[in-house]
């Protein structure tokens, strides 16, 4: 009963906030991942984007303004990595405050000595535990067009993340997947990565994955929806191991 209720209203507050048809193919034009989905899959994609749309606040700052064709847009990116998880992976958080550039938080970091510093590092993304994601509204924009960067996933794949209480690469695995297979599968490719990394090599992935399991994770979620076939070729453990996560083959 409680699943044909929230279907009902899912069906009633899509039907009396339709996405324009001129903003989705907007949309579609400007997200690939997005874009390569079949048509099943595309109209999947808009119902959740326009239930995020409804639920969660986006909030442009510092005079940034953001126009529908825009907030659809981020929308899309937003919910690529939930496509087959639903809406519900995105609960207990409401707000995506939006800055037209990269920002810069305040930060008190106590060192071994007890000494606090301050510190001040300009971001394109942020994602809190049970409070907003952050976002560069001009890496949105940048979306795709560095192979395998997507800043809106990596924050999403992070809020993911955090649905155990901490960001460290290990999000909540389905009942089927083995927790063992995929500590290994992540433990083995981080280790290469780092020796490569030493040996001066050229990197499959941005080596921004290399600061924590945390980044690891997000940036391959990341060249899991931007560039899955580089992704596959490169890192085949890891791509599968997404693939059975998000539930996605997104090429």
């Known amino acids: ?10 069906r009633r507050l899509v039907a009396r906030h339709p996405i324009p048809e001129p903003l989705w193919r907007s949309a579609l034009a400007r997200c690939a991942p ?15 984007v326009t239930l995020f749309l409804q639920r969660k606040s986006l909030e442009p700052v510092q005079g940034l303004e953001l126009g529908d064709a ?23 958080w409401h707000s995506v405050i939006v800055y037209p550039d990269a920002f810069v938080p305040h930060r008190t970091q106590t060192d071994a000595a007890g000494v606090e510093h ?7 993304g942020e994602a809190w535990w049970r409070g907003p994601v952050i976002l560069s ?4 924009l940048e979306a795709g067009s560095k192979p395998g960067r997507n800043v809106v996933v990596h924050e999403m794949a992070h809020k993911l993340d ?18 063992r297979a995929w500590s290994a599968t992540f433990s083995a490719a981080w280790d290469r990565l780092r020796e490569e990394r030493s040996q001066g ?17 997000a940036v391959a979620s990341e060249q899991f ?19 059975r996560f998000y539930r996605q083959h997104p090429y």
Not at 1 to 10: E, P, S, V
Not at 137 to 140: I, L, R
Not at 162 to 171: H, R, S, V
Not at 205 to 214: I, M, V
């Open 70 to 92: 825009d907030r659809v847009l981020l929308a899309a990116h937003a919910c690529l990595p939930i496509l087959k998880l639903g809406l519900d992976w995105y609960d207990g």
């Open 162 to 179: 955090l649905l155990n209480g901490d960001a460290n690469g290990f999000p909540p695995l389905h009942r089927r997947m083995d927790r």
């Open 137 to 140: 509204w001009a890496e949105v």
């Open 225 to 243: 929806f931007e560039t899955p076939a580089a992704l596959q070729q490169h890192l085949p453990e890891v791509y599968r191991q997404l693939e």
């Open 201 to 217: 090599l050229a990197l499959p992935l941005d080596p921004y994955a290399l600061e924590s399991p945390a980044e690891f994770f």
């Open 34 to 48: 997005a874009r390569r989905l079949g048509a099943s899959d595309q109209a999947a994609l808009r119902v959740l």
């Open 1 to 10: 009963m409680f699943d044909k209720l929230r279907n009902w209203r899912t």
């Open 118 to 124: 301050q510190t001040r590092t300009a971001r394109a």
